[in-house]
T-cell receptor, first 111, second 116 residues
Framework: GEDVEQSLFLSVREGDSSVINCTYT??????LYWYKQEPGAGLQLLTY?????DMKQDQRLTVLLNKKDKHLSLRIADTQTGDSAIYFC???????????FGSGTRLSIRP | DTGVSQDPRHKITKRGQNVTFRCDPI?????LYWYRQTLGQGPEFLTY????????KSRLLSDRFSAERPKGSFSTLEIQRTEQGDSAMYLC??????????????FGPGTRLTVL
């Protein structure tokens, strides 16, 4: 089945850019998502990209998709303390509605 | 608040008891999903509904689990004879899908179940 992999931790200095990486195994993935989860809270949809796109930018967020390498990344510009959270990469398919999630990357911000 | 709501937010029960959770999706969303999230992991798909119809169930959904969406609006997830391994966060999500829209799922805050 589909597998989505992410590194577990990322630490960045406040004001720097954060780049969270994700790899997936099934090239038929149609939609690719980034969700944010703060402690004790549900998942907040940050952004998503269709598999026929290479890049999507939304304010401080930039998503890059490399279909050849099955690699998805999320760049957060000017990282702030409020960005501290767990970020989940997720994929779904046009033929199925369930979302397959990675294990999440915990982003911590250093002053 | 027009987001997905779940009730209760927390549930502590003893092993062997039955529990029921409720999810109210975003108004007019026709799809409703249940996921389970254990500590340190991403959510895992359990089941989903399109309107009243339950269209897919994960192998994770044992016979002790049952979900309903009787009128195509709110949904309930019941766990019978709870086991300690059922302790997790149960997340509900909803989306609106038609021929031209994407299946973008919006999540509720979750119900945290602790089985003693």
């Amino acid at each position: 089945g589909e597998d989505v992999e992410q590194s577990l931790f990322l630490s960045v200095r406040e004001g720097d850019s954060s780049v969270i990486n994700c790899t997936y195994t099934d090239s038929s993935s149609t939609y690719l998502y980034w969700y944010k989860q703060e402690p004790g809270a549900g998942l907040q949809l940050l952004t998503y990209i269709f598999s026929n796109m290479d890049m999507k930018q939304d304010q401080r967020l930039t998503v890059l998709l490399n279909k050849k390498d099955k690699h998805l990344s999320l760049r957060i510009a000017d990282t702030q303390t409020g960005d501290s959270a767990i970020y989940f990469c997720a994929v779904s398919y046009s033929s199925a509605s369930k979302i397959i999630f990675g294990s999440g990357t915990r982003l911590s911000i250093r002053p | 608040d027009t987001g997905v709501s779940q009730d209760p937010r927390h549930k502590i029960t003893k092993r062997g008891q039955n529990v029921t959770f409720r999810c109210d999706p975003i108004s007019e969303h026709n799809r409703l999903y249940w996921y389970r999230q254990t500590l340190g992991q991403g959510p895992e798909f359990l089941t989903y509904f399109q309107n009243e119809a339950q269209l897919e169930k994960s192998r994770l959904l044992s016979d002790r689990f049952s979900a309903e969406r009787p009128k195509g609006s709110f949904s309930t997830l019941e766990i019978q004879r709870t086991e300690q391994g059922d302790s997790a966060m149960y997340l509900c999500a909803s989306s609106f899908v038609n021929l031209i829209s994407t299946d973008t799922q919006y999540f509720g805050p979750g119900t945290r179940l602790t089985v003693l």
